[in-house]
């Protein structure tokens, strides 16, 4: 189910970045006194896109493990669905390991702070957080 669920999501993706490049396009030709409006369009695109890979990234993470990776993901899915993800999680396992990898460090700190923020009792050993029940 999910897998499919996936493919419609990244479907979707390309459509919205079909959409966009139209968009800016449009943005492109137009007279100053509507370029507002597909400025405005573009910037809701863009919003829409970054939801969709956040969703894709929550459903690649449904499956029978008790690792969440959060390689390819942003910000905006911390803020906004890694506590669903960990709730799921939490609920068959008694540990959830969380792998941000090392990157910039934009995501490993911004998980940290959402995690002190939020009183999930976890550890971190080599860049992976372990949080436990």
Same mark, same amino acid.
Not at 94 to 122: A, D, Q, R
């Given at each position: 189910?999910?897998?499919?669920?996936?493919?419609?999501?990244?479907?979707?993706?390309? #459509?919205?970045?079909? *959409?966009? &490049?139209?968009?800016?396009? /449009?943005? #492109?030709?137009?007279? %100053?006194?509507? %370029?507002?409006?597909?400025?405005?369009?573009?910037? !809701?695109?863009?919003? *829409?896109?970054?939801?969709?890979?956040?969703?894709?990234? &929550?459903?690649?993470?449904? +499956? /029978?493990?008790?690792?969440? !990776?959060?390689?390819?993901?942003?910000? &905006?899915?911390? #803020?906004? &669905?890694?506590? !669903?993800?960990?709730? *799921?999680?939490? /609920? +068959?396992? *008694?540990?959830?390991?969380? $792998?941000?990898?090392?990157?910039?460090?934009?995501?490993?700190?911004?998980?940290?702070?959402?995690? $002190?923020?939020?009183?999930?009792?976890?550890?971190? #050993?080599?860049?992976?957080?372990? $949080?436990?029940?």
């Amino acid at each position: 189910y999910y897998l499919i669920l996936m493919d419609e999501i990244k479907n979707k993706i390309n #459509n919205k970045i079909k *959409e966009l &490049y139209n968009r800016i396009n /449009q943005l #492109n030709y137009s007279k %100053k006194n509507i %370029k507002f409006y597909y400025s405005e369009k573009i910037k !809701d695109i863009k919003e *829409e896109i970054k939801d969709l890979n956040a969703q894709y990234i &929550y459903y690649s993470n449904v +499956n /029978q493990t008790n690792q969440i !990776d959060l390689h390819g993901a942003t910000r &905006y899915f911390i #803020n906004f &669905y890694i506590d !669903d993800l960990i709730y *799921e999680k939490i /609920q +068959n396992f *008694e540990t959830v390991i969380i $792998i941000t990898g090392k990157g910039s460090f934009v995501l490993f700190y911004h998980l940290k702070k959402h995690l $002190i923020l939020y009183n999930y009792p976890f550890t971190i #050993n080599n860049y992976i957080f372990t $949080i436990t029940k």
